[in-house]
């Protein structure tokens, strides 16, 4: 049985942390850390932000009803799901697979950015101050 756009957005907000937002012609899906989905105003499709993994394996799973977003989106994760084609148990796991990597804390590694070194000046390049004579 396909997925409703209404049912995509019921499902999408019952789970932990979840909150939607206006998205361009979108309504995204979001947990405090990231967006994990986002649905078309049409309600004909929904986009699932992926890892390669979770990708790779969703799309073979449902290769009918669930594709790579064309371009840089779509080699990053983002994928397309044809809500008409898609069954409901397949979209359940889909969605809540989204969900629990935006959930997830990121990486110790990921957190805070270590500064890079600044260069000192040297004497060369900095510049000469010029004072003028009081006549």
């Known amino acids: 049985m396909a997925v409703t756009a209404k049912r995509a957005h019921t499902l999408a907000l019952s789970l932990e942390n979840a909150t939607s937002y206006p998205h361009f012609d979108r309504i995204a899906f979001r947990t405090p850390r990231r967006t994990f989905a986002t649905l078309a105003l049409n309600g004909r499709d929904l986009n699932f932000m992926f890892d390669l993994?979770?990708?790779?394996?969703f799309c073979k799973l449902a290769p009918h009803a669930i594709a790579p977003v064309a371009g840089g989106w779509g080699r990053m994760g983002a994928t397309r799901c044809e809500?008409?084609?898609?069954?409901?148990?397949?979209f359940v796991a889909a969605l809540k697979a989204a969900h629990a990597r935006a959930n997830a804390p990121l990486p110790k590694g990921a957190r805070a950015a270590k500064p890079l070194p600044v260069a000192k000046k040297s004497r060369s390049t900095k510049k000469a101050v010029v004072k003028k004579r009081a006549r």
């Open 53 to 57: 993994a979770q990708q790779a394996h």
């Open 83 to 90: 809500l008409g084609e898609i069954d409901s148990a397949t």
